[in-house]
């Protein structure tokens, strides 16, 4: 059974960092697609970033300067790495693996201005 667990979400000022971890167990992170996404407070659900089995990633325009999203095979886990924040990162973010649209169960960002 895949399931995606994310971690590392927490209060962090203005301008500060934090780094998200998406953990995968049932599948190899290497051979699929996975994706990052946000939902904020009263928002829709909206793409952050994504990283191929090939190893391309993808960041969205609004946070392209600013996070990065990585892989980490040993691990098996899909990072996101988050400076500068602004209050507008505050809400739940979701891993995603693309092709068979398995989601994790979210983890809260909140940016305190």
């Known amino acids: 059974q895949v399931q995606l667990v994310e971690s590392g979400g927490g209060l962090v000022q203005t301008g500060g960092s934090l780094r998200l971890s998406c953990a995968a167990s049932?599948?190899?992170?290497?051979?699929?697609?996975i994706a990052w996404h946000r939902q904020g407070p009263g928002k829709q659900r909206e793409w952050v970033a994504t990283?191929?089995?090939?190893?391309?990633?993808r960041v969205a325009d609004p946070v392209k300067d600013r996070f990065t999203i990585s892989r980490d095979n040993a691990d098996n886990t899909i990072n996101l790495q988050m400076n500068n924040q602004q209050p507008e990162d505050t809400g739940v973010y979701y891993c995603?693996?693309?092709?068979?649209?398995?989601w994790g169960q979210g983890t809260q960002v909140t940016v305190s201005s």
């Open positions: 995603h693996r693309t092709d068979h649209n398995n």
């Open positions: 049932g599948v190899g992170v290497r051979f699929n697609s």
């Open positions: 990283i191929t089995s090939g190893g391309q990633t």
